[in-house]
Each structure stands twice: as structure tokens, then as C-alpha cells.
T-cell receptor, first 113, second 112 residues
Framework: AQSVTQLDSQVPVFEEAPVELRCNYS??????LFWYVQYPNQGLQLLLK??????LVKGINGFEAEFNKSQTSFHLRKPSVHISDTAEYFC???????????FGQGTILTVHP | DADVTQTPRNRITKTGKRIMLECSQT?????MYWYRQDPGLGLRLIYY???????NKGEISDGYSVSRQAQAKFSLSLESAIPNQTALYFC???????????FGQGTRLTVV
């Protein structure tokens, strides 16, 4: 069984500040990890994914995440956020069927001017 | 045009009514999924299908049924809707050997 915990339900930040959205996972087998973003009234868009290899993964819109196997974490970071980054972010894990995902509860990122 | 299309986008229905949510895709993917999103709970898998003849229950299938009419179409039915099925529903697709899922725009369902 797999589970994903997003440690913060809401994260408010000011524009141009750095941000970290935290995600921990639990799995008895090797997992693949994903971050999705959901803008208001839209579907989910893939930000980045970790399948194997380098533990630092770079995604779209300047986001990156680091896979830490010992801490079972996959935190999402951005060094300088913009107003347009305001959205809900979901961490997810999956196995060999990449569409069969277990999602975290979501983190609402609000960027203030 | 969206690759994964859900209809309707919004629906209000009454308790006890039967309702069908539809999903179609032009990506040529063999695998399709239905998820439900509730505030504070993230997305949870309802049903998934790896091909037309393969249907599987997900984490929260009670009260739902599905039909895979063709490789490109996957419908979700609520036989007798109840208020706690009020949620945002997402269809997704993936392909065997691919490395990510692609989501539709969602259907917001309200059961009154």
C-alpha cells in the first residue's frame, strides 16, 4: 500500500520569495513520484516527475524537487515565486502504471504582492 | 481542443437520480481512470481500465459504476446519486510504457 502526506494545507508567501512545499510518502515497493498543479477551474498539469536517476528533478515554470529516499520525501521548491504561481499543488506516487496514482491532500499556495 | 474531454463540465442533480459523466480522449491511450477530488482529501481513484475488456475498482468504487465503450471513451455512472457524492470528478489517461497521466478539465457535480 502507498500513502502520500502533504505537510502543509496552505502556504502563503510574498512575490519573489522562495517557497518549499513538503511531501512525504510511504510505500513498500519502489515508487515513482509526481507533482501536479491545479490552477483555479482547471484540470491537473504535470509539473515534474521522478522515475529514477538523479535525485534533483527540474520541472516547468522554474520548479524543482528533490527525492530523498532515506527521509521518504519529495519536496517541491521554487527560488522566487510569482503571482501566477497561485494554485493548488498535489504530490502523488505511483507504481508501474503511471496513471494509477495515490495523491496527497493538496497544498494551496497563495502568492501575495 | 483538449486531448481529454469531460462532459458535462458542471451538473446539478437531485438525490436519487441516475447520472452519467462522460470522458473521451484523442491521445490514443489504452488506459483510463476516474478520480474524485474533495477539499482536503486530494484525489482518490474510483475506477480504472487498462483496456476495453479490463475494468478495475479503485479505492472508492462503492456507489459508482463505469463503462468502457471504446478505447477512447470511459463513462462513470452514479446509479442513485446522494449528496456526499458532490465533488469534482476527473478523468485521466495514460499509455502502457508511458510515464505520466493526462487529466481532463474536470466535472463539477452537485447532488442536492
Amino acid at each position: 500500500a502507498q500513502s502520500v502526506t502533504q505537510l502543509d494545507s496552505q502556504v502563503p508567501v510574498f512575490e519573489e520569495a522562495p517557497v518549499e512545499l513538503r511531501c512525504n510518502y510511504s510505500s513498500s515497493v519502489s515508487v515513482y513520484l509526481f507533482w501536479y498543479v491545479q490552477y483555479p477551474n482547471q484540470g491537473l498539469q504535470l509539473l515534474l516527475k521522478y522515475l529514477s536517476g538523479s535525485t534533483l528533478v527540474k520541472g516547468i515554470n522554474g520548479f524543482e524537487a528533490e527525492f530523498n529516499k532515506s527521509q521518504t520525501s519529495f519536496h517541491l521548491r521554487k527560488p522566487s515565486v510569482h503571482i501566477s504561481d497561485t494554485a493548488e499543488y498535489f504530490c502523488a506516487c505511483g507504481g508501474t502504471s503511471y496513471g494509477k496514482l495515490t495523491f496527497g491532500q493538496g497544498t494551496i499556495l497563495t502568492v501575495h504582492p | 481542443d483538449a486531448d481529454v474531454t469531460q462532459t458535462p463540465r458542471n451538473r446539478i442533480t437531485k438525490t436519487g437520480k441516475r447520472i452519467m459523466l462522460e470522458c473521451s480522449q484523442t491521445k490514443g491511450h489504452d488506459r483510463m481512470y476516474w478520480y474524485r477530488q474533495d477539499p482536503g482529501l486530494g484525489l482518490r481513484l474510483i475506477y480504472y481500465s487498462f483496456d476495453v475488456k479490463d475494468i478495475n475498482k479503485g479505492e472508492i468504487s462503492d456507489g459508482y459504476s463505469v463503462s468502457r465503450q471504446a478505447q477512447a471513451k470511459f463513462s462513470l455512472s452514479l446509479e442513485s446519486a446522494i449528496p456526499n457524492q458532490t465533488a469534482l470528478y476527473f478523468c485521466a489517461t495514460s499509455v502502457q510504457g508511458g510515464t505520466e497521466a493526462f487529466f481532463g478539465q474536470g466535472t463539477r457535480l452537485t447532488v442536492v
